[in-house]
């Protein structure tokens, strides 16, 4: 059912100002054709790619040479070329200022803050890359960092990027073998880490964890220590490795970067799936497609203006690092930050929003909800004028979200909820400055990608749900995986299930207003009695309750001599010092019954202390599936607490 009106609608003077309007009357003029509104520009965008993407290369001011050709092999999928004649440098356009404004503003909980200029930062990439190309680092070969997000992090991939390396990277929370599991497969050169890192007022120490890193890892030749969090460092246990100063003291002098001319394919990110079921799966992405694609959700989609100061909550060890850097080539100013973001009684995000006049707040659906229950109102202890946008990804936004964000956080704001993912290295679907915000929905489908929801057989689908799928080929498509030298890894990740079509596994729908809810993965999605459930239907309803701070929700094959079908089990974890009674799982039941079908209803309703989650926060319903049917795990290196799997393991509950 349709909600009356929308919680936020652009103001006619925003509408003008936006960077879409303009985007849309050039595109009209540049190509003869009437774009009267978003919908038109979208169908456009999608009917006709070349033109379209040409204008976002014009629109974005590209530093590179174009070619004459866009697209090549265009009804392939995968196996399309886009811009096969350009060529361009990644690092270059991020690095197109050397002014005296700011470029990078960092703060390490409350401990660090620092801030760099566009000028001192190209200085340090040009040091940097110089040091790099001492020790041998060339075109294609990897550079890998295990780092906070620091201006450093920053720094050395841009150095990578800028000589055509390729930039790989894991957060410093991850185990030994978690990073092994990654790195190991992709064989850096140089590895670029962190002493360690602060987080929730503690400090970490990362040393003794680098030092065995870097004993496994036969393909580093030099390991670059940061100081982040120690004075003195001893590095005698650490192979190759010198500290940071030291790597570029003899390159002070270099004060120009060479900016090595490449190909719009030229693979410039080896990043990685979550490995929750397996080793991670390496994904190469070129160059020119995530600088198209970056370009084109920052200025079109999310509005960044030159100036504006663009943060997210983010590791670097979630693709939405790599989008965040990116914004560097709108003209942004990026609000680096790093440790919990709930620190200083909950509120430092906050305070870094009015500290430095942020315009982009981005951050995640689970920090949304943790704000809800903790009672925050910020729009009554922060100013936020300058905040004109917030972006959620990671797991879908619950309609009580969009309510609090405009009810307590602020209500003249532009409320994005984004998909898409490490595979795209962006979005699929994302939110519009020119469009108004639908209660629980996803504003659009993201410009120049073929996006829908198609039925088990293959059609279209509206107002009902289906798979995500993306139908025709788009410039920031994987090159592939990584060692998968016949594509025939990637091809089944993707291809398998509708042949020649991106099938991304989201559960989804697009609703009347053209928007799109998405309810949850594919592989997530419950099916007892044969009807698929999105497990975020279920999320919505149970965290509506004060009592339960997150829950987890699974099929478990019921009966056990009976594959084929499933009950529905549920787990909360419940505030501190509450216990699941039974007035408590009646209200739970009872509330699932009234909003969704009788169907949703979990047969079982379990209390655990803990939610397993990946590095980047999202919950592993897989991985506890597996737990439970007492399968193994197969690599818990890629969870924040695999510890917490524990908890779901040979429960006496579900044996009856």
Known sequence: MLDEKPLWTPSAARIESANVTAFRREAERRWGVALPDYAALYDWSVANPEQFWV??????????????????????????????????????????????????????????????????LYRAVARFAAALREQGVARGDRVAAFMPNLPETVIAMLAAASIGAIFTSASPDFGVQGVLDRFGQSAPKVLIACDGYFYGGKTIDCLDKLAEIARQLPSVRRVVVVPYVHQAHELASIPHARMLADFVADHQHVTEIAFEPLPFDHPLYIMYSSGTTGVPKCIVHCAGGALLQHLKEHRLHSDVKPGDRVFYFTTCGWMMWNWLVSGLAAGATLLLYDGSPFASNNQILFDYADAEGMTHFGTSAKFIDAAAKFALKPRETHSLTTVRAMMSTGSPLVAEGFDYVYR?????????????????????????????????????????????????????????????VCSKPFPVMPLGFWGDEDGSKYHAAYFDRFPDVWCHGDFCEITAHGGLVIYGRSDATLNPGGVRIGTAEIYRQVEKLHEVVESLVIGQDWPPQNPNDVRVVLFVKLRDGLALDEDLVKRIKQTIRDHTTPRHVPAKVLQVADIPRTKSGKIVELAVRNVVHGRAVKNQEALANPEALRLFRDRPELRA
């Not at 004649?85 to 503003?105: E, G, I, K, P």
């Not at 660090?112 to 001192?120: D, I, L, P, T, Y």
């Not at 998909?419 to 979005?427: N, Q, V």
């Open 55 to 120: 204008s976002v290369w014009e629109d974005g001011q590209v530093i590179g040479e174009r070619g004459a050709r866009v697209l090549v092999d265009g009804q392939r999928m995968p196996g399309a070329q886009w811009f096969p004649d350009a060529r361009l440098n990644f690092a270059q356009n991020l690095l197109r200022s050397r002014d005296s404004h700011d470029a990078l503003v960092f703060w390490g909980e409350d401990k660090v803050q620092n801030r760099m200029s566009h000028g001192e």
């Open 408 to 468: 307590e956080i602020k209500a003249d704001l532009q409320l994005s909820s984004i998909s898409g993912g490490t595979d795209i290295i962006s979005c699929f679907v994302l939110g519009s400055p020119v469009l108004p915000v639908w209660r629980g929905e996803i504003q659009c489908r993201g410009l120049g990608m073929a996006v829908d929801v198609w039925d088990d057989d293959g059609r279209p689908v509206r107002g009902e749900k289906g798979e995500l």
